[in-house]
């Protein structure tokens, strides 16, 4: 899957309350608005938002590292389970695609 990305993100420490370790690791993505009716409420939207896409290891999260961003990314995304729900999850990055030439 080959998607515009922002950067990426890492969050990690020891919880406030729980006192648990915890390591979030997401890619920001750029994807185009969508405007459209749900019930009463109506969307108008033109351009870009931000979505974040839950990256599955820190290994993939270190093969992040010599990107440039923002640019265009190819990468695999798999469901994984996440607060009971499926999560599209990257779980591998494959590069960066050549630019194409201009003519």
């Not at 406030?16 to 994807?31: E, G, H, I």
């Not at 990256?55 to 999260?61: E, Q």
């Amino acid at each position: 899957m080959k998607i515009f990305a922002a950067g990426v993100k890492r969050q990690y420490g020891i919880g406030k309350t729980s006192q648990k370790p915890y390591d979030m690791m997401n890619l920001l993505a750029l994807v185009p608005m969508e405007a459209g009716m749900m019930g009463a409420m109506s969307v108008d939207a033109n351009g870009y938002e931000l979505m974040e896409l839950p990256i599955d290891s820190i290994a993939t999260f270190q093969q992040f590292s010599a990107v440039k961003f923002p640019c265009i990314v190819e990468i695999t995304v798999e469901p994984t389970p996440r607060m009971g729900k499926l999560v599209s999850t990257v779980t591998a990055f494959l590069g960066t695609p050549p630019l194409a030439k201009a003519a």
